[in-house]
């Protein structure tokens, strides 16, 4: 090997190595387990009460190294009152021993003790928020009869390339083996949590309908929600809503799936359609898939993708029509 090919590899290894480790550094820790998540994970989450007088409800993200974000909905948290286009406020806060404080525009906020305490300027007290713990209503959802059980925790034989993590859960990754009609697809998620972590580096994976459209999965818990975000059908429509909740709780998709329909010269006579509700709220109503999204597999199957974090996956079950 010659001298010039020798420091083409060289410099070519060094800035692998150098790119391998600037994204450890920028995905920092990751934890699957909330008892080893720590402090920052503890302090994260959702809280609702009154502020000024109204109904608010508050996000408060985990940003790593002790900082954190509040985000602010006037009229309740995202699905129970706030919903898209409505006003947000946002600040950020570092840690303090066990207290958060946020100073926003015209007032300021104090998270202790699972309690957030809203001030004015003048620092006269304008409310306080509790911590809440919301869950979807359709979590743990029984197959209704005649419906085919794709996991159920016991085995993945149901899946391609399907692995069962040692806590009984179906790592993604994975294809079915046979192909799917329309019909009622009910499936639970966990994104880890990844505080350092950013955009696509967070939590990512996908559920990819009749093997071809992605339902983003995606801890985007507290951002504005894109079609590349969690709900969003990717490159194609953004949620309604923005339903993730905190990285770590279980979350639901129950989707409605209708394929295309052809005449019987086998031309397309309309587009596939779905209704998605994340955490039973819908995002998407009878919404129309004019194109394939990225990263698909052949049509027909449900496809869990892979994208290098450990997110799992329960309670997988399709009622076809």
Request: a negative charge.
């Amino acid at each position: 090997m010659n001298y010039y090919l020798r420091a083409s590899l060289g410099f070519a290894l060094l800035v692998a190595c150098s790119c391998f480790a600037l994204c450890a550094n920028v995905q920092g820790q990751t934890f699957t387990d909330p008892e080893a998540a720590g402090q920052a994970y503890q302090l994260q989450g959702e809280y609702e009460g009154e502020a000024d007088g109204k109904k608010t409800g508050v996000q408060v993200i985990a940003l790593g190294e002790g900082r954190f974000r509040l985000v602010g909905y006037l009229g309740g948290l995202p699905g129970a009152g706030w919903k898209r286009g409505d006003d947000r406020k946002q600040a950020e806060g570092e840690l303090d021993g066990d207290a958060v404080a946020f100073e926003g525009d015209t007032w300021s906020a104090a998270l202790a003790d699972g309690t957030i305490k809203v001030t004015s300027e003048d620092g006269d007290s304008l409310g306080e928020l509790k911590r809440v713990e919301r869950k979807s209503p359709t979590l743990g959802a029984k197959p209704p009869e005649g419906a085919t059980v794709l996991f159920d925790g016991k085995s993945a034989e149901q899946f391609e390339g399907g692995k069962v993590s040692p806590d009984g859960h179906l790592m993604a990754g994975c294809t079915t083996k046979e192909k799917l009609g329309d019909g009622t697809l009910h499936i639970e998620f966990r994104t880890p949590f990844m505080p350092e972590a950013r955009g696509q580096g967070r939590g990512n994976s996908g559920v990819y309908l009749n093997g071809q459209y992605e339902c983003q999965v995606l801890d985007s818990f507290g951002l504005e929600g894109e079609d590349n975000e969690c709900g969003g059908i990717y490159s194609i429509a953004k949620p309604d809503v923005n339903m993730c909740l905190p990285p770590l709780a279980w979350q639901t998709y129950d989707i409605e799936f209708t394929p295309a329909k052809t005449n019987d010269a086998g031309e397309k006579t309309a587009e596939p359609r779905v209704t998605i509700r994340h955490n039973g709220v819908v995002i998407h109503d009878d919404l129309e898939l004019p194109k394939i999204t990225p990263g698909g597999v052949e049509a027909g199957y449900l496809h869990l993708q892979d994208h290098g974090n450990p997110v799992v996956y329960r309670n997988i079950w399709v009622a076809e029509k």
